[in-house]
């Protein structure tokens, strides 16, 4: 099955820094990369998503992207704000065998502190 | 547009005892998933349902856990009798096909 490896675990920043966290997977099938954002208390919120037809997206401070190559994926936020302050987790997705669905495979979380 | 709607927020049962969590997808979404979330960690899919039919429920701990989805819209997904090990947070979440999956904010379960 997939395998999602997600680093770094703990992230520090100054407000205004960028942040990136990094993703790989191990299925070489896996074809739907999203990210979430967690806060205390709520369940995950998709912040971006990219599939492996592209490379890289973007989403005013929010970037995400993709090297099928090498099986790995980033998330990047400019200009940070302290309420970027949350878990974040990649996941990796991919369609099984001609049918509608994909099984997600999370990361173990990085959390993000933005620091005024 | 209302979001997916998970109750109770909080589940706190004595080991042995059984316990259900409910779970009410965004209007129109076929699928619906449930996962479990331990501290520190994140999502790991229970079981998958497209409308009435559950299609993925590999991961379901079957001796003690049971899901169902009756009519294709809401769903329960019940543990009986719950362990220690099983504290953790309860996630439902809904999808159009294949689409974006959209969390509820999921019920924290304390099994003492």
């Not at chain 1, 973007?58 to 190559?69: E, M, S």
């Not at chain 2, 998970?6 to 979404?29: D, T």
């Not at chain 2, 996962?35 to 993925?56: F, K, M, S, T």
């Not at chain 2, 899901?67 to 009798?81: F, H, M, N």
């Amino acid at each position: 099955g997939e395998n999602v490896e997600q680093h770094p675990s703990t992230l520090s920043v100054q407000e205004g820094d960028s942040a990136v966290i990094k993703c790989t997977y191990s299925d070489s099938a896996s074809n739907y990369f999203p990210w979430y954002k967690q806060e205390l208390g709520k369940g995950p919120q998709l912040i971006i998503d990219i599939r492996s037809n592209v490379g890289e997206k973007k989403d005013q401070r929010i970037a995400v992207t993709l090297n099928k190559t090498a099986k790995h994926f980033s998330l990047h936020i400019t200009e940070t704000q302290p309420e970027d302050s949350a878990v974040y987790f990649c996941a990796a997705s991919s369609s099984s065998g001609g049918t509608s669905y994909g099984k997600l495979t999370f990361g173990q979380g990085t959390i993000l502190t933005v620091h005024p | 547009e209302a979001g997916v709607v998970q109750s109770p927020r909080y589940k706190i049962i004595e080991k042995k005892q059984p316990v259900a969590f409910w779970c009410n997808p965004i209007s129109g979404h076929n699928t619906l998933y449930w996962y479990r979330q331990n501290l520190g960690q994140g999502p790991e899919l229970l079981i998958r349902y497209e409308n009435e039919e559950a299609v993925d429920d590999s991961q379901l701990p079957k001796d003690r856990f049971s899901a169902e989805r009756l009519k294709g819209v809401d769903s329960t997904l019940k543990i009986q009798p719950a362990e220690l090990g099983d504290s953790a947070v309860y996630l439902c979440a809904s999808s159009l096909g294949r689409a974006e999956q959209f969390f509820g904010p999921g019920t924290r379960l304390t099994v003492l």
